[in-house]
């Protein structure tokens, strides 16, 4: 099982980036996908997760209307699109795969599987 997480980088306050999570070596038709973040000091924090199979989508209410998750099943890769950077932002973005129902995604424990992180960094 392999989950890898890229496009990281520095950007402004404003800016944008599209983070990219490559899954493979399971099934996913039964699995969510899920992007969470740690900032230096801070506890692992849930941003948002999509099922692979009917695409349901929840997010955190700090991410909402700015950041976007989405997945191309060609490519086995979800997709992570952020808008209007802030510098809480500043952290960094681990994907993970799990098998919870809705109302756990949100929980680390709800996932099985993670990739090794992507550093993000928005300057002011």
């Known amino acids: 099982v392999q989950l890898q997480a890229s496009g990281g980088g520095l950007v402004q306050t404003g800016g944008s980036l599209r983070l990219s999570c490559v899954v493979s070596?399971?099934?996913?038709?039964?699995?969510?996908i899920g992007w969470f973040r740690q900032a230096p000091g801070k506890e692992r924090e849930f941003v948002t997760t999509i099922r692979w199979s009917g695409g349901n989508t929840v997010a955190a209410d700090s991410v909402k209307g700015r950041f976007t998750i989405s997945k191309d099943s060609a490519k086995n890769t979800v997709y992570l699109q952020m808008n209007s950077l802030k510098p809480e932002d500043t952290a960094v973005y681990y994907c993970?795969?799990?098998?919870?129902?809705?109302?756990?995604?949100?929980?680390?424990?709800?996932?099985?599987?993670w990739g090794q992180g992507t550093l993000v960094t928005v300057s002011n």
């Open positions: 993970a795969a799990g098998r919870g129902i809705i109302s756990t995604w949100p929980q680390p424990s709800a996932y099985n599987y």
């Open positions: 070596g399971f099934n996913t038709d039964y699995y969510a």
